[in-house]
T-cell receptor, first 114, second 114 residues
């Protein structure tokens, strides 16, 4: 099993630019989670999907952030326009059933907004 | 101005010693707890979990203890090895409904000295 795949692994962009982060969950997993990790706030859940449907997006910081899951094997997290305070490591995770099933994390995307 | 980062609790042990990492949680409604290990540059990796109807659970070289009275969770690592050096996070899930959110603690940095 390839595990959760994220791309790119590193992204450096300038303030105001659009950033798109990508995630491929583990095949057969029905739940997909997007997290953000910073030194100040630790690991925070942004949004999660069940069967491609967004269930809870209360962790999304503001309207500049959006996430989609067009099919069971692909999800995107978009930031438009990006700001320096968005600099963080963004993780995607997936799980089979969600509730008490193990969440498997991808390697993360380190985003730097200049 | 520059943001002040979190100062992670740090535990430094000698190779071969046992390690105990502690975590306090605040939500008495939490019914499921997980320990994750995060190595530098990687995503969190599941170690062991425990449900609230249990006090203790053992895995390979790891034991998790849950004290619901004082809302305390601990991870014990036996015969700590250099490969155990990482940041360890506890995470909790609140009971009820369709809430599959995990809330992560701030983490503890474990350093194993050879």
């Amino acid at each position: 099993d390839a595990g959760v795949i994220q791309s790119p692994r590193h992204e450096v962009t300038e303030m105001g630019q659009e950033v798109t982060l990508r995630c491929k969950p583990i095949s057969g997993h029905d739940y997909l989670f997007w997290y953000r990790q910073t030194m100040m706030r630790g690991l925070e859940l942004l949004i999660y999907f069940n069967n491609n449907v967004p269930i809870d997006d209360s962790g999304m910081p503001e309207d500049r952030f959006s996430a989609k899951m067009p099919n069971a094997s692909f999800s995107t997290l978009k930031i438009q326009p990006s700001e320096p305070r968005d600099s963080a490591v963004y993780f995607c995770a997936s799980s089979r059933q969600g509730s008490t099933d193990t969440q498997y994390f991808g390697p993360g995307t380190r985003l730097t907004v200049l | 101005g520059e943001s002040v980062g979190l100062h992670l609790p740090t535990l430094s042990v000698q190779e071969g010693d046992n390690s105990i990492i502690n975590c306090a949680y605040s939500n008495s409604a939490s019914d499921y707890f997980i320990w994750y290990k995060q190595e530098s540059g990687k995503g969190p990796q599941f170690i062991i979990d425990i449900r609230s109807n249990m006090d203790k659970r053992q895995g390979q070289r790891v034991t998790v203890l849950l004290n619901k009275t004082v809302k305390h969770l601990s991870l014990q690592i036996a015969a700590t090895q250099p490969g155990d050096s990482a940041v360890y996070f506890c995470a909790e899930k609140s009971r009820g409904g369709s809430n599959y959110k995990l809330t992560f603690g701030k983490g503890t940095l474990l350093t194993v000295n050879p």
